[in-house]
């Protein structure tokens, strides 16, 4: 515990995941995270229920950690019409497909995860307790930014084009000139 800032606060998270049977000749099992159990133990692939086919494990117990430079993202992500967590989780090669990377709270750290192609992105809905603990810090940590809009100095950018470009390209006239009138033609 004390590899943690005072300000930041971490939970152990355990990972639901779901095998269902695949839809299509060239998937054999879907797989979906499908809920999270907060203050959960440690867990390695356990089997939870199984019903016909489908078999629900709880893969992993993760630290979902909560960051006072955050609180922004934290507060958008409770404040959704359906709170959630993301559970990010990367392909293996072995028994069970999945390797649980990270559960964030934060809407925007899961877009970036998402951005990079690499990694499953899972939406899960915030159990009310989970709910109820990222709530209460962000009530102690959030302090609301005012917007300052940026101010341009007097100078006027918009001023006449002299018609002389880069002094390097020497040519009769300037490729980058706008175009000028010469006995009512168009030059």
């Known amino acids: ?8 606060q971490y939970m152990p998270v355990g990972v639901v995941l779901r095998r269902t049977p695949g839809v299509t000749r060239w998937a054999k099992w879907s797989w979906r995270a499908i809920a999270v159990l907060p203050g959960a ?22 630290s979902l950690e909560l960051y006072q430079a955050e609180t922004e993202a934290y507060l958008h992500g409770i404040t959704a019409r359906a709170p959630s967590v993301y559970v990010v989780m990367r392909k293996v090669l072995g028994e069970f497909p999945y390797e649980i990377v990270l559960i964030t709270a934060s809407p925007y750290e899961a877009q970036d995860y998402c951005d990079s192609g690499e990694d499953i992105v899972e939406k899960v809905p915030m159990p009310p307790g989970l709910l109820a603990w990222v709530g209460d810090f962000v009530e102690r940590h959030h302090e609301d930014e005012e917007f ?10 918009d001023g006449h084009q002299d018609g002389i470009g880069d002094p390097r390209i020497a040519k009769p006239a300037d490729i980058y000139a706008s175009p000028t009138l010469k006995r009512g033609r168009l030059l």
């Not at 089997?47 to 992993?60: F, I, S, T």
């Not at 300052?148 to 007097?154: A, L, Q, S, T, Y």
């Open 1 to 8: 515990m004390s590899n943690y800032p005072s300000n930041d």
């Open 41 to 62: 133990g440690p867990a390695h692939w356990r089997e939870l229920r199984r019903e016909g086919d489908a078999v629900e494990y709880h893969a992993a117990t993760v």
């Open 148 to 157: 300052v809009k940026r101010r341009r100095k007097g100078e006027k950018v």
